[in-house]
């Protein structure tokens, strides 16, 4: 048989033997397929040459319909062309008498003089994987109990359990991928609940979407298990790349690079079920972030120029959002200041600008699946930042605030911090430090995500790349350590104080004030004294600000008056991030947002 000549030294596979054993061109077959389309009283496939010589190399598989008449067109059965499993009209193919293939290439005669064809799909027997399925469930309910009971969970800190069900069940997809009956009421309800799971990115803790987001997607896999008729199996598939998408996306918020990576995969598999171009340039768009937040700007670069390729002319959120990564990207290749450079990456945010005013009003205003204008605002600034165009920056990010509600939280985050850094570029290194203390204070554990601690992070490397001496850098970085700052936010007015007299700059406030001022740098000095004399210190004693360094001749902090984060910005938003209240009339720490 040609298969067995010809496969060891020229990689022939067998549904391409077939073909050859026949002596028949590409275009034999395509019209024979028609034909049979045509007698089924079908409207005409869309197979093609290109699409049957990529079944044939092996780069694509036949979806259950098309698999179905290329075994009539052969007459044999799946496995006789490289497939597992049997077809979907559940009868064999060779008549009389049905010749069923092995996954050898093996093939028996069936007798059928008994009966006019011999269904031989037998009715669904248990999943074998379905107790470890349900296992996996469990714990990631059990999961969502706990958050939902104690929303102060951090996030980054995932049990090995929970990691381990979350890629039992993405592994299982990708099994079903390449192997299933639902009825369209059903699909309809997985896809209002994808709807509200991308609603819910802005204003929902990481983990506990997550825990929503993998059971959804654990109840679509068990409806691909069987291959559906190829109207439903491609809505699955579609719900499949949208569902591990968004786990990727959430995976890059909880900072697990690698389970991002692995669902971002997972998703282009699903996407390219489908053939749909925007949701595969949509899933490689979104991967693209992994790489740019690994501080791979090559990586990302090479991802965002294939989700444009792939996008091509079709007017969707990738033609958008692939133009924004590449700036992004360009930005931390060059570092700041190249003029070339930057006019390259304000070339791609001008057709990321371009491309945004293309896309349908639907996906303007989804943020998670599509591109909303306030997103397009925030990336615009962040790239500018990485430029080191701060006063643009800064425009433009101020811009992107005032878009958002009060309920999203997490870009509002990412957005003033950036603006801290904006001030870092300008030497306001007063009021950097003082945005990002404000952020962190208020920020509950629940919502502190890897995404948001790097980001401060950076924050504080910007600033110590300025001055490591400055006075709140050492409050901040300790600060930025604690999973927990709820009390964090009532000192900080002897935080700041602790600041004001130590760098000894002037401040807007009364000579009472600087008199407070001292007076509690003074109890804090004391407090640290007595705390290093004594050998255990007291449980219930509140954690000490840092010592008070000696004035920097090199100091270049700024002589204006000390002004608020809130002040700085001008957002009214009232979320888990309200950055109204001035730092001066801080009494007592905000809860943020209920999870």
């Excluded at 008549?95 to 037998?122: A, F």
């Excluded at 091509?312 to 692939?322: I, L, R």
């Excluded at 303007?364 to 699946?369: G, N, P, V």
Aim: net charge negative.
């Amino acid at each position: 048989m040609i298969y067995e000549e010809c496969s060891a030294d020229y990689g022939t596979t067998r549904i391409k033997s077939q073909r050859l054993a026949h002596g028949i061109a590409l275009a034999d077959v395509i019209e024979q397929v028609r034909a049979l389309f045509a007698r089924d009283g079908k409207s005409q496939p869309g197979m093609g040459e290109t699409l049957l010589s990529s079944y044939e190399s092996g780069l694509k598989r036949p979806g259950p319909e098309y698999l179905h008449y290329l075994c009539s067109v052969y007459r044999v059965e799946p496995a006789n062309l490289g497939y597992d499993g049997p077809c979907i009209c559940g009868h064999g193919h060779r008549m009389p008498g049905v010749m069923r293939g092995d996954s050898d290439g093996n093939v028996t005669r069936i007798d059928l003089r008994n009966s006019h064809r011999e269904l031989y799909i037998q009715p669904a027997g248990p999943d074998p994987g379905s107790a470890a399925n349900e296992e996996d469930e469990n714990i990631l309910r059990t999961s969502l109990l706990t958050v939902l009971t104690n929303p102060a969970t951090v996030q980054a800190e995932l049990a090995a359990p929970v990691l381990g069900a979350i890629e039992n069940i993405r592994r299982r997809m990708d099994e079903t991928l390449v192997s299933a009956t639902v009825s369209p009421a059903m699909l309809d309800q997985w896809e209002e609940a994808l709807a509200g799971f991308g609603r819910q990115y802005m204003n929902t803790p990481p983990l506990r979407l997550l825990c929503d987001v993998m059971l959804e997607f654990s109840a679509v896999r068990k409806a691909m298990d069987r291959r559906q008729p190829i109207d439903l199996q491609d809505r699955l598939c579609h719900m499949a790349a949208q569902l591990a998408g968004l786990g990727g996306m959430i995976m890059i918020n909880l900072g697990d690079h690698r389970l991002a990576r692995a669902f971002f995969r997972t998703g282009r598999t699903a996407a390219d079920e489908t053939g749909n171009r925007a949701l595969r340039a949509w899933v490689c768009a979104r991967e693209a972030l992994v790489p740019l937040y690994l501080g791979d700007p090559r990586e990302a670069l090479n991802l965002a120029k294939k989700s444009r390729d792939l996008a091509g002319q079709t007017p969707c959120a990738a033609q958008a959002m692939a133009p924004v990564v590449e700036a992004r990207a360009l930005a931390m290749l060059s570092g700041s200041g190249r003029k070339d450079v930057v006019d390259q990456a304000k070339r791609a945010l001008s057709r990321a600008r371009a491309a945004f005013a293309q896309m349908s009003a639907n996906e303007k205003d989804d943020a998670t699946f599509g591109y909303t204008e306030r997103q397009l605002y925030f990336h615009q600034g962040d790239a500018l930042v990485k430029l080191g165009q701060a006063l643009e920056a800064d425009l433009v990010l101020e811009q992107a605030l005032t878009k958002y509600g009060p309920s999203e939280w997490l870009d509002p985050v990412l957005i003033r911090f950036d603006r801290a850094k904006c001030k870092v570029l300008e030497g306001d290194l007063d009021e950097a430090m003082e945005i990002g203390y404000k952020l962190l204070s208020e920020l509950e554990a629940s919502y502190r995500a890897d995404i948001v601690i790097k980001r401060a992070d950076e924050l504080a490397k910007a600033v110590a790349a300025k001055n490591p001496r400055h006075p709140l850098l050492e409050p901040y970085r300790e600060l930025l350590k604690k999973p927990n700052p709820e009390a964090s936010l009532a000192n900080l007015d002897t935080t700041v104080a602790l600041a004001t007299v130590s760098s000894g700059r002037k401040s807007s406030r009364s000579d009472k004030d600087n008199s407070a001022a001292a007076e509690a740098l003074e109890k804090l000095r004391l407090a640290s004294e007595r705390e290093a004399a004594s050998p255990q210190p007291p449980a219930t004693a509140t954690p000490a600000a840092a010592p008070t360094p000696s004035p920097d001749p090199t100091d270049t902090a700024s002589p204006e008056s000390m002004t608020g984060p809130g002040e700085a910005d001008g957002s009214d938003d009232s979320g888990p991030l309200a950055s109204v209240t001035p730092i001066t009339s801080i009494t007592s720490p905000r809860t943020g947002q209920e999870g």
